[in-house]
């Protein structure tokens, strides 16, 4: 029996059978024209237009978003009080290679990052996407310390240009072909509690069991630690699947960065800009990075900016350099980005988020205790996911349950994000939460058919 949401009539009606007859026709061409790197993911719909944390199709069906462009809409989509102020922007001033001649949002836009952000951080430099952030802070690090290897982790997702498809590690096609030819780059296993390869932390080490495996392995049997530049973490594993370390992990890492004179990267590109409940998730654990990547939400789903924020030692001492791409800091991107910033200081944008937490705990929580195939349900702020397993002891991953369930919710007329390892769920930050809960409802009748479907 299909559970129905008792505030299921807050959401629209369940869409048609997909694609419907305009959709198809569109992405039967698309397939066709398209390289299929891209094309074989699309979604059985093509989309119309958008208003907040809904989305109509070609065919008039009308889905919720729980998925806000990759997490890169945080504020419900179209806002026109992020528009106006851009598309004045860009009447007034047209686009500029911002390195060469300033705007007059420049500075503004610089000075209200490093208000925002930790206080270790005192330099900007301009980018356009979160890639361009993430190949930057690499080769800032290396730069700034005179060093060659970068250690990152095992199920991070940093882009898919040469340089960050080989830092990223989240699956193996991401970086095939690209691995064997990108050296400086060494691994570790995320530090996810459910699938830490490692026992407890030992007797009188670090406090962590993934820094004791540094230490008492990489470091010792492969990498010269003065060869290291630094660390490169994403606070909270994103598309990985929404799994956030430890405080003695955070430690215990600040202590072997300080130790080595490494520099520490985070990669707030998915966490940034309020997804964690906190503005940026290092806040968490009052961590001070050397170098923060931004980009995503950053331009309020509106427009493409990006940044990377340095601390004197990581960013201050050379110029010589050169980062960035022509359109990094459109002066009407700018404009979008400080406009996005003033709507976390005036709604009450992280309050709503730990209400979705709130709702995510409770309705995830309740299927992963009705259905032994999920292994794990996660919500942090409008970070959330359901890890799919064979069964809950082996905890074999189940790639295929996870897409069905994905298709399934589409059809129930819900968006979610079927990534390599989990069902991500990331909602508008200001989706209301009664919606939101119905919408994890669908959800649930999704897994339930799945479930049955494939006779699991
Ligand atoms: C943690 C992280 N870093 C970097 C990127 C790359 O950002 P973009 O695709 O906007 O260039 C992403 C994108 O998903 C990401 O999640």
Not at 110 to 120: N, R, V, Y
Not at 299 to 305: C, E, M
Not at 306 to 323: I, R
């Amino acid at each position: 029996m299909e559970a129905t949401s008792q505030n299921d009539n807050l959401l629209p009606a369940r869409p048609g059978p997909l694609p419907g007859p305009r959709s198809a026709t569109e992405l039967k061409r698309l397939r066709e024209l398209v390289y299929p790197g891209t094309s074989a993911h699309l979604s059985p719909f093509v989309v119309a237009s958008k208003e907040d944390y809904l989305v109509t199709d070609l065919d008039g069906n009308t889905f919720v978003d729980l998925v806000s462009s990759s997490a890169s809409v945080p504020l419900g989509a179209v806002r026109d009080d992020l528009i106006a102020p851009m598309v004045d922007t860009l009447r007034r001033v047209g686009n500029e290679d911002s390195h060469g001649i300033a705007s007059e949002l420049m500075l503004p836009l610089a000075e209200k990052l490093l208000e925002i952000t930790p206080a270790s951080l005192t330099r900007v430099d301009l980018g356009l996407n979160g890639t361009e952030a993430v190949e930057t802070a690499v080769k800032m690090m290396r730069r700034a310390t005179g060093r060659p290897t970068v250690i990152g982790f095992l199920g991070q997702y940093h882009g898919e240009t040469a340089m960050t498809s080989a830092l990223g590690a989240e699956e193996v096609e991401i970086s095939r072909g690209i691995r064997p030819l990108s050296a400086g780059f060494a691994h570790a296993p995320y530090p996810n509690p459910y699938r830490s390869p490692f026992g407890p932390p030992r007797a009188g080490g670090s406090g962590d069991s993934t820094i004791d495996f540094l230490r008492d392995h990489l470091l010792f049997h492969a990498v010269d630690p003065a060869e290291v530049a630094g660390v490169i973490i994403e606070p909270i594993l994103g598309s990985g699947g929404c799994v956030a370390p430890d405080g003695a992990f955070w430690k215990a890492l600040t202590g072997l960065c300080d130790e080595y004179g490494w520099l520490l990267t985070v990669d707030e590109v998915k966490t940034g800009f309020g997804r964690s409940g906190e503005m940026f998730a290092v806040e968490r654990w009052g961590v001070e990075p050397d170098l923060m990547c931004l980009g995503k939400a950053m331009g309020g789903g509106v427009a493409p900016i990006a940044a990377v924020l340095g601390s004197e030692e990581a960013m201050g001492g050379y110029d010589d350099m050169p980062t960035g791409s022509t359109w990094s800091w459109l002066p009407w991107a700018c404009a979008a980005s400080l406009a996005t910033i003033e709507v976390f200081e005036k709604e009450p944008v992280l309050e709503n988020v730990r209400e979705l937490e709130r709702v995510g705990r409770e309705k995830l929580g309740a299927m992963a205790t009705r259905f032994t195939q999920i292994g794990e349900a996660r919500a942090i702020g409008g970070f959330q996911a359901l890890e799919f397993v064979t069964e809950r002891e082996s905890r074999n991953r189940d790639p295929e349950l996870q897409h069905l369930v994905e298709r399934r919710a589409v059809e129930l007329g819900v968006l979610t994000d079927s990534s390599s390892t989990s069902l991500n769920i990331q909602p508008s930050l200001l989706m209301p939460p009664d919606e939101f809960a119905a919408a994890l409802d669908r959800v649930g009748t999704a897994v339930e058919e799945s479930v049955r479907e494939l006779g699991r």
